[in-house]
């Protein structure tokens, strides 16, 4: 049975702030079901996925730095918050049967396993979910640089950021009303306008390997599959072969 998803293998960075509901802080394993759930619709259609999360649900190393403190260990703590959100996700696939996996760029093997491309490969061909933590390992960069790398290392087809909007607008649309949300637009002009959607290095390094970027909001129920069906709501990102640069929606 062929199910004809638009592409065989993505990274999905799922937001960190998306897991704690209206918590506030932390985790609501309500919503980690429900983003479990959402992969297992995206596996059952074929697709390989490997996932990124964030860790804004429980620590960024910017606060620690803003208020006088140690960038370097803050980023610790924040690497180390996706630790906490990839070992959440782990248990919320585990327990709707889905095979996933947890490979940390920071080595802790009393809980998870470590990162290394040939793994990774090697269970995403066996359809494991690859759930990749830690971020890329290293202070001074974002779980967004970390999916855009593993997405490059791993030979993804496209990078799915499932963030808090539904796409990228053409200002902040949390600070902006009169902003307007793209269909499609180039990695370039992201760039070039300094659209605030994903940091700089990580629209980059996916511009650099060919990868397309689908923005779409991580809180829409069954989203990532219906994208991967071609009938989602999403901003697609890519290398513009059309000339067209932007395609308002
Ligand atoms: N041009 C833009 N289009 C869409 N969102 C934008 C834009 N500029 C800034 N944003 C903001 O970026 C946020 C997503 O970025 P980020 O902090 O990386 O979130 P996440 O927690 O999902 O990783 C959105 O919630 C939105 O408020
Ligand atoms: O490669 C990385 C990835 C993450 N972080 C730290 O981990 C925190 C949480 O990641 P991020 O802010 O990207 O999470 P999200 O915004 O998706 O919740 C960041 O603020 C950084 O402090 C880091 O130092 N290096």
Redesign the pocket.
């Known amino acids: 049975m062929s199910l004809n998803p638009l592409y065989r293998r993505v990274v999905l ?1 799922a ?4 897991l704690m509901g209206e918590q506030g802080f932390g985790i609501d394993v309500s919503v980690v079901d429900r983003i479990a759930a959402d992969i297992a619709a995206a596996r059952a259609l074929g697709v390989e996925v490997g996932v990124v999360i ?1 860790g ?1 649900n429980i620590f960024r190393g910017v606060a620690v730095a803003s208020k006088g403190g140690d960038r370097v260990t803050g980023d610790h703590m924040g690497m180390l918050a996706t630790v906490i959100n990839s070992l959440a996700l782990r248990t919320s696939l585990n327990k709707i049967g889905v095979d996933a996996v947890v490979l940390s760029a920071i080595a802790m093997p009393e809980l998870c396993e470590s990162f290394s491309q040939r793994q990774a490969t090697s269970y995403m061909n066996a359809g494991k979910v690859v759930i990749f933590a830690g971020g890329t390992g290293n202070p001074f960069f ?3 640089s970390a999916a855009a790398l593993r997405a490059a290392e791993i030979g993804a087809d496209a990078l799915f ?5 539904d ?9 902006n009303k009169d ?1 307007v949300r793209y269909e499609r637009l180039s990695h370039e002009r992201v760039m070039r306008e300094g ?5 700089t290095a990580a629209i980059a390094l996916a511009r650099e390997n060919n990868i397309p970027i689908i ?1 779409f909001s ?1 809180h829409e129920e069954g989203g990532f599959a219906a994208i991967l069906k071609g009938a989602g709501h999403c901003t697609i990102v890519d290398n513009d072969p059309a000339g067209l640069d932007a395609v308002k929606a």
Do not use: F, N, R, W
């Open positions: 960075k937001s960190g702030e998306a964030g804004g974002t779980t967004d950021k499932g963030t808090q909007v796409g990228v607008y053409s200002a902040d649309p949390h600070k902003a659209l605030g959607i994903m940091d923005v991580i």
